[in-house]
């Protein structure tokens, strides 16, 4: 079974739009940590956002947010007024405490294209 | 800040040709990793190196090897390259002790093996 799952292969939004990227995700250690990246078309990797397992609110990061749902196991990225910059492919990762020193597992992304 | 620093970026190599991929962070991170991307399947762990003097094997380890050679470099050797190794590398460091605290990649260097 797949611990990260990005169901979306592609979305399109137009910009000053907001729109959310889905992740769900499957582990049973209760200790876990939930990351967002984006790869724009240059290549590099660059960290968003952050959610830990415990932690009581959904994070917020500028424009991004994770809408975080323990129960569903689900972790998607909120980025509200969409700009052209946001055109990338977006990742999620999960860091488990059982799977080694903090290594990440991700999910196989989600082209946004944001559209004038 | 230079951060994470990949060489080369880009390579083509011959079946059989063996190659070593540096990298170098200036973070003083404990941790470093490195992993793989192709097309449609996300980035994958090839190995890991908790903190000096330490790798372990990730998800794909076959047909890697490497050596973290002190806290800043640590780098992935192909001995015998194979067409399926052709893939976009990545170079990763972090901070440990700190939940929160990300994963900070080099840009990545680009494989190609004919």
């Known amino acids: 079974a797949q611990k990260i799952t990005q169901t979306q292969p592609g979305m399109f939004v137009q910009e000053k739009e907001a729109v959310t990227l889905d992740c769900t995700y499957d582990?049973?250690?209760?200790?876990?940590?939930l990351f967002w990246y984006k790869q724009p078309s240059s290549g590099e990797m660059i960290f968003l956002i952050y959610?830990?397992?415990?932690?009581?609110q959904n994070a917020t990061e500028g424009r991004y947010s994770l809408n975080f749902q323990k129960a569903r196991k689900s972790a998607n990225l909120v980025i509200s007024t969409s700009q052209l910059g946001d055109s990338a492919m977006y990742f999620c990762?999960?860091?488990?405490?059982?799977?080694?020193?903090?290594?990440?597992?991700f999910g196989k992304g989600t082209m946004l294209l944001v559209s004038p | 800040n230079a951060g994470v620093t990949q060489t080369p970026k880009f390579q083509v190599l011959k079946t059989g040709q063996s190659m070593t991929l540096q990298c170098a962070q200036d973070?003083?991170?404990?941790?470093m990793y490195w992993y793989r991307q192709d097309p449609g399947m996300g980035l994958r762990l090839i190995y890991y190196?908790?903190?000096?003097?330490?790798?372990d094997k990730g998800e794909v380890p076959n047909g890697y090897n490497v050596s973290r050679l002190n806290k800043r470099e640590f780098s992935l050797r192909l001995e015998s390259a194979a067409p399926s190794q052709t893939s976009v590398y990545f170079c990763?460091?972090?901070?440990?002790?700190?939940?929160?605290?990300?994963?900070?990649f080099g840009d990545g260097t680009r494989l190609s093996i004919l």
């Open positions: 959610q830990g397992s415990y932690d009581q």
């Open positions: 190196s908790a903190s000096e003097g330490t790798t």
């Open positions: 990763a460091s972090r901070r440990t002790g700190i939940s929160n605290q990300p994963q900070h």
């Open positions: 582990t049973s250690d209760p200790s876990y940590g």
């Open positions: 990762a999960m860091r488990e405490a059982e799977t080694g020193y903090s290594t990440l597992t």
């Open positions: 973070m003083n991170h404990n941790s």
